[in-house]
């Protein structure tokens, strides 16, 4: 019994306690006595990114560098026997594209789905995710190339991106030459609502339709917006009236939070990436939403519920869009299948199949919204939902940030989500 | 005889003197080595890679450059944090919620949890052994099945309203799930109650019933006996029941996000989270995580240190 109370157990006297406590103070006072530079490269001006990247815009169009050490694979390559590791979106690739693409090339594809960009961005970077194929979003691209984690493209194994993708895509914004990316499917953001909860309310009523959160009465803990940074804040943005909704001016961001803070204050505003789902199920009567999302909160709505109350509306002029585009990585196992991988997202049958899946425009000729409904591939009531061509082409986009850019924007972010 | 008997008892004594001499030199050592090296290799590491992260810096590149060598420890984002948890910083919201929800909490798990543990530990007799599996029901379905459960229950067209309607207490469905602070404190008690109440049930169980018997016997009421001598003796079991509660909720972030989902009733768990997934400030990140851990380890040396002074006061 005396044995076991002096023992290790029962033994953190004072003087072992102040020990530990010592020994803590003692590494941080260590570190007072010396200094080291740090390796960043600061003083990347609000217009560049990664490596010097300038940061393109939709108006102002960059071509992504290209690297002696980093080239593009030869042509006239066999594909290689696989498996082709593609990691993607959860939930945007149907089942049957992946399908089609082992049968057609006999190389068996192994997804791994991450559930946003943010997620999937720090595993590639760390090198702990094996990838040959990523659907990577436009604001990180310059990260990837400046850090040569991602390889040119070969436009020879692309045939169906000359002949099928939408002539505005073919030097888009994002990567000029389109040396590293090929197009993804293309979304709208904008506000849901169940017209059945809120009959009264019309967006063409208004001015400024993105005032509904603060001028609407009785939508008190009926709210949600997304729990992604750029599009909480780039939304927040356009109602202020700033149509950059890349902006790092302060003021525009103060104001954005502002914004925030009074509608948590009015609505208790719920952030949260169920946006389909909680409004199919009235937990919310008027949301942030993605289009799609009223195409998924048709699989979740009551029986009893008309599918015809889910509305969705977006701007026709300077909506936001989304997209993704795919690359390559620069360790890929399987390039020469990755490339035939990305040619194969570009052809009709996996438009269709995407569209039917998800609610996503693929931005090929003949795959536009109206094109779409009038084929009866999508029902005349998802029609603003679906990104119209003309959003895609006139929409604006969240794009890349400076390292600066991307710290403001975080603590907009976080001074929102504490509701400080 | 006598002879005999000294000769046993010299057995005797010297069996309670060296019950291990049955072992190898070095056998405990050895058997307890490869626990020891799975957690300083499991538990350590990531614990010093918060510490080097904090102390580091974001490339330009958004990667965590970590400093390892406590010589180049960079306090700057340490502080900085700090003065954001002050009144008035980006943090202090956060922070206070985390508090009056960790505390709301732990007081709800005292209120419930204490007489549940006594209860079976002291009262249950023979339901003792079914009440006891009964309590370990919730640790068949994870923490987040639990709470989804919850979902379904406090929905707006949910049973808890449907219930409420029917007995005529509410008129309408009432909002549970739409950013209320109590909702979220209890639920951060239903969830971890079960935690709580195991650990107590086992520590109340050891309480003497003699020394129950003997506060009786000179005189006390049972009231008198279990305040005078129950009460004393399960302070030390409730603050490890507490402790073994404080250290996972305070860095929940998914309970408050389900329960609610609104910035008015974030924690600082969820703040770590925004932070450390990734983007420029992963450092900013990794220092709210090792200011919550030092805070944390400062309530677990008090808990360490007065459970080593209590059994100091036990006479041997």
């Known amino acids: 019994m005396n044995r076991a109370r002096r023992g290790t157990t029962a033994g953190l006297s004072r003087r072992a306690l102040l020990q530990g406590i010592g020994f803590g103070a003692g590494a941080l006072a260590l570190s007072a006595c010396a200094s080291r530079t740090e390796g960043s490269s600061a003083g990347n001006s609000a217009t560049q990114g990664p490596g010097g990247i300038e940061l393109a815009r939709p108006g102002s169009p960059v071509s992504l560098p290209l690297y002696d050490d980093n080239q593009a694979i030869k042509s006239g390559l066999n594909p290689e026997s696989g498996p082709l590791n593609v990691y993607c979106w959860t939930g945007t690739i149907p089942k049957k594209t992946f399908t089609s693409f082992e049968e057609k090339y006999g190389v068996e594809v192994r997804p791994t789905f991450y559930g946003a960009p943010d997620e999937a961005l720090p595993k590639i970077l760390a090198g702990s995710i094996n990838f040959d194929v990523y659907e990577c979003s436009m604001e990180q691209l310059p990260i990837f190339v400046a850090n040569k984690v991602i390889q040119p493209v070969n436009h020879s194994y692309l045939t169906s991106y000359k002949s099928n993708v939408w002539d505005s895509l073919q030097s888009p914004w994002y990567d000029a030459d389109a040396s590293y990316t090929t197009p993804g499917s293309y979304w709208n953001t904008g506000i849901a609502w169940r017209e059945d909860l809120l009959p009264d309310w019309d967006p063409a009523s208004m001015d400024n339709p993105y005032d509904v959160f603060w001028e609407l009465d009785g939508i008190a803990g009926k709210v949600q917006w997304y729990d992604y940074v750029r599009d909480g804040l780039g939304m927040m943005m356009m109602r202020n009236g700033v149509s950059d909704i890349n902006s790092t001016d302060q003021a525009d961001l103060d104001a954005a939070v502002d914004a925030f803070r009074e509608l948590i204050d009015r609505t208790r505003v719920r952030l949260g990436t169920d946006a389909y789902q909680t409004l199919a199920q009235g937990t919310n009567w008027i949301e942030q939403a993605w289009g799609a999302d009223i195409y998924f909160a048709e699989f979740y709505i009551p029986k009893e519920v008309d599918p015809k109350v889910l509305k969705f509306w977006a701007p026709d002029e300077g909506a936001i869009v989304t997209s993704d585009t795919w690359v390559i990585s620069r360790k890929a196992k399987n390039p020469v299948a990755a490339h035939l991988w990305m040619n194969h997202l570009l052809e009709r049958e996996h438009a269709v199949n995407m569209v039917q899946y998800s609610g996503l425009i693929t931005p090929i000729e003949g795959m536009e919204t109206e094109n779409v409904i009038a084929e009866g591939l999508m029902s005349e009531r998802l029609n603003t939902a679906l990104p119209s061509r003309q959003q895609i082409e006139n929409g604006v986009y969240h794009a890349p940030l400076s390292k600066e850019g991307e710290t403001a924007w975080q603590n907009a972010w976080l001074a929102v989500k504490s509701n400080a | ?316």
């Open chain 2, 1 to 316: 005889m006598a002879e005999r008997l000294a000769g046993r008892e010299v057995k005797r004594l010297r069996s309670r003197r060296d019950p291990d001499s049955a072992y190898p030199r070095g056998f405990w050592h050895a058997l307890g080595a490869p626990g020891f090296a799975w957690f300083a290799f499991w538990v350590l590491v990531p614990a010093y890679t918060i510490v080097a992260v904090s102390m580091g810096y974001v490339s330009d590149s958004m990667l965590p450059v970590p400093e390892w060598d406590p010589r180049y420890w960079n306090l700057e984002t340490l502080r900085m944090v700090l003065g954001e948890m002050a009144p008035g910083g980006v943090f202090a919201k956060v922070v206070t919620n985390t508090v009056t929800y960790v505390a709301g909490a732990m007081v709800l798990c005292v209120l419930v949890g204490y007489p549940v543990a006594y209860y079976i530990a002291k009262q249950a007799g023979r339901w003792k052994v079914l009440l006891i599996v009964l309590l370990t029901i919730p640790f068949w379905t994870s923490y987040l099945m639990r709470m989804l459960a919850w979902i379904g229950l406090l929905a707006t067209d949910g049973y808890v309203n449907r219930l409420l309607m029917g007995v005529g207490i509410l008129d309408g469905p009432y909002g549970w799930l739409e950013g209320q602070s109590f909702v979220v404190v209890i639920s951060l008690a239903y969830g971890y109650l079960p935690y709580f109440i195991l650990p107590l049930l086992a520590s109340l169980d050891r309480i003497d019933d003699r020394l129950i018997d003997a506060a009786k016997d000179l005189g006390l009421g049972k009231a008198g006996a279990f305040f005078k001598v129950i009460l004393p003796l399960s302070k030390m079991p409730l603050i490890a029941a507490c402790t073994v509660i404080l250290l996972p909720m305070c860095g929940d972030f998914y309970t408050t996000t389900l329960m609610s989902g609104s910035p008015a009733t974030a924690m600082i768990g969820n703040q770590i989270q925004v932070l450390a997934q990734g983007g420029p400030q992963q450092n900013v990140g990794a220092s709210l995580a090792l200011l919550l851990q030092l805070t944390l380890i400062l309530l677990l040396s008090f808990y360490l240190y007065a459970s080593s002074k209590s059994n100091k006061a036990v006479p041997a």
